[in-house]
């Protein structure tokens, strides 16, 4: 749980770096989750900003100076704040791996191992959500850039 508690806080680093001014620094903490990452503005939360922790439209963004082509590439500044190193979505998947992580390491003594089959079927909506998104941007499809995809498909549910 410790390299899930240093994952998870090192999001939190990259904005307090360029609060503090640190720029080289916290431009490499946002290279580093990068990897993981898509770091969408419109899609993140933003620290240090006028209400402590604020989202965003991309509108806002590309009102701000955001490139559109690089759109990950803001990182905010000190009127708006500055951006988690990684986007909301990634950060509560991370945020809830820890947690859940924590309240095993109480109760895993009193709890059965699941059997493969159904702790495959738990996996199974991950598997196919970050193979979906990894599908879209390696393509050059970019279907995974709006929910528009999601609608089409459930017509809307």
Same mark, same amino acid.
């Not at 190193?85 to 059965?112: E, H, P, Q």
């Not at 495959?120 to 979906?132: E, H, I, Q, T």
């Not at 393509?139 to 850039?145: I, P, V």
């Given at each position: 749980?410790?390299?899930?508690?240093l !994952? %998870?806080g090192?999001?939190?680093?990259?904005?307090?770096?360029?609060?503090?001014?640190?720029?080289?620094?916290?431009?490499?903490?946002?290279?580093?989750?990068?990897?993981?990452?898509?770091?969408?503005?419109?899609?993140?939360?933003?620290? !240090?900003?006028?209400?402590?922790?604020?989202?965003?439209?991309?509108?806002?963004?590309?009102?701000?100076?955001?490139?559109?082509?690089?759109?990950?590439?803001?990182?905010?500044?000190?009127?708006v704040?500055? /951006?988690?190193?990684?986007?909301?979505?990634? $950060?509560?998947i991370?945020? $809830?791996?820890?947690?859940?992580g924590?309240?095993?390491?109480?109760?895993? /003594?009193? %709890?059965?191992?699941?059997?493969?089959?159904?702790?495959?079927?738990?996996?199974?909506?991950? %598997?196919?959500?970050?193979?979906?998104?990894?599908?879209?941007? %390696? $393509?050059?499809?970019a279907?995974?850039?709006?929910?528009?995809w999601?609608?089409?498909? $459930?017509?809307?549910?």
């Amino acid at each position: 749980m410790d390299d899930a508690a240093l !994952f %998870v806080g090192g999001t939190l680093l990259a904005p307090w770096l360029m609060f503090l001014g640190l720029e080289e620094p916290a431009r490499a903490v946002y290279t580093f989750y990068g990897l993981n990452c898509h770091q969408l503005p419109e899609r993140s939360y933003f620290l !240090f900003g006028p209400n402590g922790i604020d989202t965003y439209s991309l509108e806002q963004v590309l009102a701000w100076g955001a490139d559109p082509g690089y759109l990950r590439g803001f990182v905010g500044n000190a009127g708006v704040g500055f /951006k988690m190193a990684m986007a909301g979505r990634n $950060t509560a998947i991370y945020s $809830t791996l820890l947690v859940a992580g924590l309240a095993f390491a109480v109760v895993r /003594k009193r %709890v059965r191992p699941l059997p493969v089959p159904a702790f495959v079927l738990l996996v199974l909506p991950m %598997v196919v959500d970050g193979f979906s998104h990894v599908t879209s941007e %390696v $393509t050059g499809l970019a279907f995974r850039d709006s929910n528009a995809w999601l609608a089409a498909l $459930t017509g809307n549910a």
